[in-house]
């Protein structure tokens, strides 16, 4: 066993060796612009983002056609909510989201607010979950997006989503999923779901950085985006910029690779988050599990520590990397916004640890963190009771 041990994959992940041999080609040799046509150079660097877009449409039974290559699942956020509300003006003001929403929705609901849009913000039960009848309440008349995630960034929750996507079927609403962390780690599936909207990105599945995608229903209710970003008309005209052909190719093998494994590999990360969990928990008492265990990915786990300053806590953990909340706002003091949510105390949800295991997570890694957990925690405690 190698330290330090990385245990925080809901943040990004490592390249499968696999992706990068992929990609390696399409920096060096096969460089072309995928939109120069009168060329051999670009002609190759067309079909390889031919070939990754089939890859990545597969992974969640969309057609090529619906999918849109961007930066990254931020980006794909801002092109459907931006997008949608701006392509209803006039025929609609309102948004639904959740509270516990990663803050790349958040921040886009924020800022269509300060524009004089509504915005409900759907509270969750304690294990996390959206009650589908809070949304059924929700809408109106006026409503033109709704837009909850399908697993939670901290806490895992994997929501009733395919009964969201009826209920907005229903209602004739178009429905925004961010699934940047359930894709490739669960079957998520566009149809079953009812889902015309669907945000991802390869980071969170072992491939490079700097990709991501947006699934654009074409079939049936066809939905109706506003551009955000203009100049050549790439991505048919969804998203103007030069392809990152070498992203988009390590996307493709990344998608590929989870439609291979992710039956064996879902079960085999579960077992691993079962072990880290019993092992503290059996171990440990004031431990208590943040969000239910029921509906979740099977690589998280959220735990509070009682009697421990969290801060400290990260600190003796100095050959373990986890998380004590979202990556994307870990600047701030606050509280997790999530936890928070939860109706989790300021204090306790300060004492909280993001664990997210990987496809290079080991038992070994697992036993020798539960060693390290126990250990700094019960030092920690001891210090408080002096």
Known sequence: MKLPIYMDNHATTAVDPRVLEAMLPYFTETFGNAASRNHVFGWRAEEAV???????????????????????????????????????????????SCATEHKAVLDCCKRLEKRGYR????????????????????LTGKTVLVSIMYANNEIGTVQ?????????????VPFHVDAAQAVGKIP???????????????HKI????????????????????????????????????????????GFGKACALCADEMEEESPRLGSLRDRLMNGIMQALDGVSLNGGLDHRLPNNLNLSFTGVDGESLLLGLDDIAVSSGSACTTDTPEPSHVLRA?????????????????????????????????????????????
């Open 160 to 172: 009733p989503i395919s009964e969201i996507g009826r209920i907005t079927r229903e209602h004739k």
């Open 206 to 249: 072992c491939g490079p950085k700097g990709i991501g995608a947006l699934y654009v229903r074409r079939r049936g209710s066809r939905v109706r985006l506003s551009a955000q970003m203009d100049g050549g008309g790439h991505e048919r005209g969804l998203r103007s910029g030069t392809l990152n052909v070498p992203g988009i190719v």
């Open 342 to 386: 939860l109706g989790i105390k300021p204090e306790l949800a300060h004492a909280s640890l993001r664990f997210g295991l990987g496809r290079f997570s080991t038992a070994e890694e697992v036993d020798y963190a539960v060693a390290k957990i126990v250990d700094v925690v019960n030092r920690l405690r001891k210090l408080a009771s002096v």
């Open 119 to 138: 915005v409900s913000y759907l509270p969750v039960q304690p294990d996390g979950l959206v009650p589908p009848e809070a949304l059924r309440r929700a």
């Open 188 to 202: 998520v599936d566009i149809d079953s779901d009812s889902i015309d909207l669907m945000s991802f990105t390869a």
């Open 50 to 96: 031919a070939i990754a877009r089939q890859q990545v449409a597969d992974l969640i039974g969309a057609s090529p056609r619906e999918i849109v290559f961007t930066s990254g699942a931020t980006e794909s956020d801002n092109v459907a909510i931006k997008g949608v509300a701006e392509a209803s003006e006039g025929r609609g003001d309102h948004i639904v």
